[in-house]
């Protein structure tokens, strides 16, 4: 049992396998089925505020678009679903059947090219993770190359989410509009409303998430995650040893959008839509809130801030719906100025300390009677 404990102590899986018990355990025994849906739902953030973790945390570099990946992931799993459900015989009441209802509202009459790769579930899975992860090799590359960071960068992927929003909604009849695509029922011919289903998509976004979290923080041991951080701390002393800054820093990007859009790929399963009012400025900043409330430095600690935002959102929105908005923004606030190492700085700053103490006292009173018993 001691050999086991102290691996676990040593490789600091302490924390990790907490949060599966949590995930795994506890909210299934204690959550009706409408509630924990809710939380794969906010589970499904938690993606992107692990990448905010590895971006911003350990990179130093603030990303204020993150939404713009997590809507690509979504709206890429979306455009799949929704040509599944718009089968000829579903849509013959259709102008013309067999494509979606929103591009026969606009008097779309063919399928854009476009969409057809979005006909196979491979496929799908693959621009899933590629696309995001193309557009922020981009995106980086142009920044990062001509040592464009902090504030600027901050500003620029704010005015990528912009456009992005702006583009989905302005391209009505290829996108779905405002209104985004909905009525995603069924996968592969899968029905995602039914209850099993509801189980099945909630341990598959946890099981991808603890997979996201053991890969993080691998990265995070190597070499790799050194070098982020020495860049986040001393960059030009980094550039001096002979380091490419800019191509480590388009990789923490690019890392951060591959699993921002498998969040939003688990997201859309779950809820059944994608609209882009997940995509803009706003979703992208409460994303960065859930890293800030959880800590940023902690992979364990972004999901619980994840979890702790929306579940806040959810109940003031339900309990104090003229207020509620305000009560958010005073909850953020304060845990940043009480706390600015977030949920993780308080657990290892107070609660773990108060622990050793008192365990290392329990153990110094039980040493004498341990003693007497082996005198006796």
Known sequence: MNNIKQWIDRNKLGSLLLLAGVLLVFFPLTLDLFRL??????????????????????????????????????????????????????????STPGIPDFMDWNQITALPLWWEPFRSFPLTLLLILVVPTLLAFIIGYAMFKRRVGGVYFAIITQAVALILTVLIVGQQGYTG??????????????????????????????????????????????????????MRDKEDRVRFSGYDVAMFRVFAFCFAAFLSAIGGAMFTLQVGFMSPSLVGIVPSIEMVIFAAVGGRMSLVGA????????????????????????????MFLGVVLAFPDGLAGVYT????????????????????DGLAGQKA
């Open 177 to 230: 509009g405002v209104n985004g695509m909905t009525d995603l029922k069924t996968i592969l011919g899968w029905d995602t409303r039914t209850d099993s289903a509801k189980y099945i998509l909630y341990y598959l976004t946890v099981f991808l998430l603890l997979g996201s979290i053991m890969v993080c923080a691998w990265i995070q041991k190597s070499k790799l995650g050194t070098l982020l951080l020495a």
């Open 303 to 330: 999901v619980y801030g994840a979890l702790l935002v929306n579940f806040g959102k959810t109940y003031f929105s339900e309990t104090f719906p003229d207020v509620w908005l305000f009560l958010m923004a005073g």
């Open 349 to 368: 700053q107070r609660v773990k300390p108060w622990w050793v103490k008192r365990w290392a006292a329990r153990q110094k009173i039980a040493k004498p």
């Open 37 to 94: 849906n809710l939380v794969g739902k906010y589970l499904s953030y938690s993606f992107v505020a692990l990448g905010l973790v590895m971006l911003w945390g350990y990179g130093g570099v603030l990303s204020l678009g993150q939404g713009v990946f997590f809507g690509l992931g979504g709206y890429a799993m979306a455009m799949f679903l929704k040509l599944e459900a718009s089968d000829p015989i579903t849509t013959k009441i259709q």
